[in-house]
Structures are given as structure tokens and as C-alpha cells.
């Protein structure tokens, strides 16, 4: 079973929809436009009722002008356009950002960490950058998952480097 089916009747997620091939450009338009998409090896259509969310840090519109990106697919899916600024200009997210995380890699980890210490959270609040989503992964599950005990102060150290 493939994503668009499996998300029948409810929401699929496509991150990165800048960054797709020509191909599969034409390929999600046809879905888009005809509600129905064919497995690999079968000739008979299948319905799908999906509500798509697409995401990309790309300028799709410039995309469009350069002749990467199909602009009756960015009409189709551009229904409804929300901007959300890039985390680096939105430094007060991260310590919400950060206890999310917390409290996600403590259930991951078996561990009982209570809260980001003063000093890592200085080092991502210094450093935004640094914060963005996609690296909290290594960023921050790092030093949690090898906190000695339950301080990951201990194990971050800025540069990422990790205490000895």
C-alpha cells in the first residue's frame, strides 16, 4: 500500500514538495487533479481521498520563473498558503521547541531529564541557527541520550563537542 492510499480519507504530509523531480511533478498533479492514483504493476485506478499538506523552504514562484517547478501544481496545491519564519527568526520558540523535544527523548531514552539546563539553552538561544528543527535530532537527542545520569549539560558543550 502506497502513501496516497494509506492517507485515504485523511491528510498527507509532502515535506520538500520544491525539491521533487519533474516526474513526480506530473505524476502528483494527475492524483491532485483526478482523485486517484494506480499501484506499480496494476492498470485498474484507485480513488483516494486525501487533503494535502505541502511544505518547502524553497521559493516556489522563483522555481516557477526558472522552469523547475510546474505551475499548475503549485496552483493545485497552494490553496491555502501559511509562512512560518524560520526558526532563527523566531528565537522565542526554541525554548518550547527544546522541552518538546525533552520531554520526546526522555520517553525514547528511558530517561527522567526535567528540564534543558541554563547553559544549553544559552547555546541554542546564542546560536539559532543552530536550533533549526531538522538538526534538534543530533543537536539535542545526543546529549540527552548520553547524559551522565540525567544532566545534559554535562554532554553538550558548545561547538558540539561533547564533555569529556
Known sequence: MGRFEAAHGGTILLDEIGDISPLIQLK???VLEEKEIERVGEAT???VDVRVLAATHRDLKKAIAEGTF???LYYRLNVMNIRIPPLRDRVEDIPLLAEHFRLKFNGQYAKSIAGVST???EIFMGHPGRAMCANW???LSGP???AAGNDPA???RPGGRRAP
Do not use: F, G, Q
Open 154 to 156: 554535562r554532554a553538550y
Open 137 to 139: 535530532n543530533t543537536s
Open 70 to 72: 510546474r505551475e499548475d
Open 119 to 121: 547553559e544549553v539553552m
Open 45 to 47: 485506478p484507485r480513488k
Open 28 to 30: 502528483l498533479l494527475r
Open 144 to 146: 540527552l541520550c548520553s
